[in-house]
């Protein structure tokens, strides 16, 4: 049985650092995609990054990169992913969701970032970014 367990959420200032984990268990031995998903009040879930056990490009949302950073960049044998979140904006203000797929590849895939494609999902984590 697939399972993700997100920790790490909080309230910060604007322009501060939080570090957001992922445990993951359950899966087989063939690859598949974990990425990072938020959602605030009244708005749709939107893609923050994803990354393929398989290895190639990692996905950014636009709005994130340079800020934002998936870790391990190589997620193969590692049940563990992390998204260290730096220079915090209060529109960062979400919950943040962690998520699996494992029919397609998302290091080349134009849906990477859509969690319609996403079949596994976490509990989710709060994070608060005031000003």
């Known amino acids: 049985q697939v399972q993700l367990v997100e920790s790490g959420g909080g309230s910060v200032q604007a322009g501060e650092s939080l570090r957001l984990s992922c445990v993951a268990s359950?899966?087989?031995?063939?690859?598949?995609?974990v990425g990072w998903f938020r959602q605030a009040p009244e708005k749709e879930r939107e893609g923050v990054t994803a990354?393929?056990?398989?290895?190639?490009?990692?996905?950014?949302a636009s709005s994130v990169k340079g800020r934002f950073t998936v870790s391990p960049g190589n997620a193969k044998n590692t049940d563990t992913l992390y998204l260290q979140m730096n220079s915090l904006k209060t529109d960062d203000t979400a919950a943040y969701y962690c998520?699996?797929?494992?029919?397609?590849?998302?290091?080349?895939?134009?849906?990477?970032?859509?969690?319609?494609?996403?079949?596994?999902w976490g509990q989710g984590t709060q994070v608060t970014v005031s000003s």
């Open positions: 998520a699996a797929a494992d029919r397609f590849d998302c290091s080349t895939s134009f849906y990477a970032g859509d969690p319609d494609e996403y079949n596994y």
């Open positions: 990354i393929y056990t398989g290895g190639g490009n990692t996905y950014y």
């Open positions: 359950g899966f087989g031995t063939g690859d598949f995609c």
